[in-house]
Structures are given as C-alpha cells and as structure tokens.
C-alpha cells in the first residue's frame, strides 16, 4: 500500500489546518507576534481526517474538515484534493482528532504547550485551559 500526506503545502485552499469543506481553520492557532506566522496548536475537538483512495491500491490521509462539513463516507473527495492526485477517487474512512491526533491531547503535552505559550509570548495558563476544555470534548466529538 502506497501512503501520501494531505494537506499538501502548496498553497490554497490546501492550507495545512483549513478545513476542505469551507476553507475555515480546523486547527486551534495562535499568531507568532514575531514572526507573524500563526502557529498550529493543536486540531479543533470536532475535526474529523478522511482517508481518501488513490491509484490501485494507495491512501491519503489527513483530508481535514470539520464533522458538519465532512461528506458521507464513499463521497468523491474535494476537488482540490483530485487536481492534486488525478487518481483520487473517495473518503473511504475518517478519523476524529482524539484518535488522529491523540499525542497533541495526551497529558504529556501541557508542557509543550507551556513552553511555547512562553515562546510566543502568551499567558500559559489560558491556553492550557482551552486546551483542556477541548480535550474534555473530545470523547464527545461527533462521529461521522
Ligand atoms: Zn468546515
């Protein structure tokens, strides 16, 4: 089995972290007042990945968008994603945030994530508390 990554980085609306269905964010960010770069945090609760067929036998993962957004599975995936891969073909499956992306909510990581809130020049405190208030909300994401 062939594996490719989405999103690509090549520019829109392929932008890592923007939802496929209405280009919005799906990711928790904060903007780098430095560098003026937003900085990905961590995928919003509600996030959901599809996994999209390619080719004979190849998938792509990582086809981000909200689960109010998210097509049916079996749905042919997002144009963007088909001028990229021409052999593109449907979401076979999705994955929610928790389970795409449990290392960024695993306990380990409030650490990380106080080191760059003092990097980045931010109250940790605040963004440690979204940040859980996003975890607690995880086992409830919608499924789609
Ligand atoms: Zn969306």
Redesign the pocket.
């Known amino acids: 089995m062939q594996l490719i990554q989405f999103p690509s980085p090549l520019g829109p609306p392929a932008v890592p972290g923007k ?1 496929f ?2 280009a ?1 964010s ?1 990711w928790r960010r904060l903007d780098n007042l430095r560098t003026r770069i937003p900085e990905l945090l961590w995928p919003d609760h509600r996030a959901v990945f599809g996994v999209v067929a390619w080719g004979e036998d190849g998938i792509a993962t990582g086809i981000a ?2 689960a ?2 998210a097509p049916p599975v079996g749905s042919v995936a997002p144009a963007v994603v088909r001028a990229q891969v021409p052999t593109a073909t449907t979401i076979v499956r999705y994955e929610t945030a928790g389970d795409r992306y449990a290392a960024w909510f695993a306990s380990e990581r409030e650490g990380f994530l106080r080191l760059l809130a003092q990097e980045l020049g931010v109250d940790p405190s605040g963004l440690i508390e979204n940040w859980k208030r996003d975890r607690e909300q995880l086992v409830a994401a919608v499924r789609v």
């Open positions: 939802c269905g209405c919005s799906v968008l909200h109010e957004c």
